[in-house]
């Protein structure tokens, strides 16, 4: 169902031409960037954390990784993501497949600033076999962002 939430909510406005399905996995950084056929920092990935009020998703590149110092000084809060089962109960989507579109009333969505440097970038679509060809601003308008925020920190390419 959660492929089917994230897909009608972005049919609905304007863009289900743009989600992609597989036949193999997307779950991964890695592996989406494999599927769709660019660089694994163009991925969005969806992390998720327990908020003060709530759970909380940041939303950063592929090759960002959140910084507790930043987190602490954005949320007031020190980052604890959520387990497994706590994703797809508070959230909506499996872990391997969460996006912004189609989750549960009252996740909080932050869009983090690595994003901006992309034209287009790549989330998931809702399961571990999807994601939608977005810009930043398209990204930030259909997540309902809250804001953009500064709490990631890139990770070193390993790729040489």
């Known amino acids: 169902m959660a492929f089917e939430n994230a897909y009608e909510f972005l049919k609905t406005k304007g863009m289900g031409n743009r989600v992609m399905q597989f036949s193999v996995s997307s ?6 960037a494999q599927a769709i056929g660019c660089k694994p920092e163009k991925i969005a990935k969806s992390l998720t954390f ?61 869009l983090d600033e690595s994003l901006k440097r992309f034209e287009f970038i790549y989330p998931a679509c809702g399961n571990s076999a999807s994601a939608v060809k977005l810009t930043p601003d398209e990204l930030y308008d259909l997540a309902n962002s809250s804001s953009w925020v500064d709490v990631c920190s890139l990770m070193e390419n390993n790729n040489g």
């Open 50 to 110: 327990m908020g003060t009020d709530g759970p909380v998703m940041v939303v950063c590149a592929g090759d960002a990784k959140v910084t507790n110092a930043k987190f602490k000084a954005f949320f007031g809060i020190k980052a604890k993501m959520l387990s497994f089962e706590e994703v797809s109960d508070l959230i909506g989507h499996d872990v391997g497949g969460v996006c912004p579109f189609g989750i549960k009333p009252g996740v909080k969505v932050f």
């Open 27 to 32: 779950a991964t950084v890695e592996l989406a």
